[in-house]
């Protein structure tokens, strides 16, 4: 089974602060994703990555960057931690286009900024 | 602007009952619609998907129907049983690109 690892469960920031969270898939997938999920408002794509090195913006990724530097590893950045970026983040990772290329969700990490 | 509208946003079933959540898409080029399974504390899961020249899909008690003409999709559970309690999300795919509804948190009582 393919294992998309998010590296904390959870996490409790200040405001203000650089915080990074890192997810690793072990499948070899060329693409990764990041998405928040907020109450009533289902999962936003934050970025998403299809190769090394390369990002897209997704639709909200004001107050966030991210890194990929190897195929398994996917980092997103909040550059300055504010209150509104409490939430759940998400990382995915699919094979890419295909027949069948339904993505695999890690755990998520529940990220509170106070 | 939301490019899949879910509906409901929460329902309550006995055991047994066959809940339906709906979801409608605005882009004719989406060409896969899965369906995702969330337990608390878990990241959603792949349950059932279907691609636009099927009208049905069916896989266990998990049944999507779909029409292409009206944009629509749904999911239907049979006899559904306390531990399918959960959230449900629907979405639509472009290769490299999900849209996902808003979710759905489904609640069977025993």
């Known amino acids: 089974d393919v294992k998309v690892t998010q590296s904390s469960r959870y996490l409790v920031k200040r405001t203000g602060e650089k915080v990074f969270l890192e997810c690793v898939q072990d499948?070899?997938?060329?693409?990764m994703f990041w998405y928040r999920q907020d109450p009533g408002l289902g999962l936003r794509l934050i970025y998403f990555?299809?190769?090394?090195?390369?990002?897209e913006k997704g639709d909200i990724p004001e107050g966030y960057s991210v890194s990929r530097e190897k195929k398994e590893r996917f980092s997103l950045i909040l550059e300055s931690a504010s209150t509104n970026q409490t939430s759940m983040y998400l990382c995915?990772?699919?094979f890419g286009a295909g027949w069948d290329y339904g993505y695999t969700f890690g755990s998520g990490t529940r990220l509170t900024v106070v | 602007q939301q490019q899949v509208k879910q509906s409901p946003q929460s329902l309550i079933v006995q055991k047994g009952g066959i809940p339906i959540i709906n979801c409608a898409y605005e882009?004719?080029?989406?060409?896969?619609f899965p369906w995702y399974q969330q337990f608390p504390g878990k990241g959603p899961a792949l349950l059932i998907a279907?691609?636009?020249?099927?009208s049905e899909k069916k896989e266990g008690r998990f049944t999507i129907s779909f029409n292409k003409s009206a944009k629509q999709f749904s999911l239907h559970i049979m006899d559904s049983q306390p531990g399918d309690s959960a959230t449900y999300f629907c979405?639509?795919?472009?290769?490299?690109?999900?849209?996902f509804g808003a979710g759905t948190r489904l609640t069977v009582k025993p």
């Open positions: 979405a639509a795919l472009l290769p490299n690109d999900m849209r």
């Open positions: 990555s299809y190769d090394v090195k390369m990002k």
């Open positions: 995915a990772s699919s």
């Open positions: 279907i691609r636009p020249d099927v």
């Open positions: 882009n004719t080029a989406f060409d896969y």
């Open positions: 499948m070899d997938h060329e693409n």
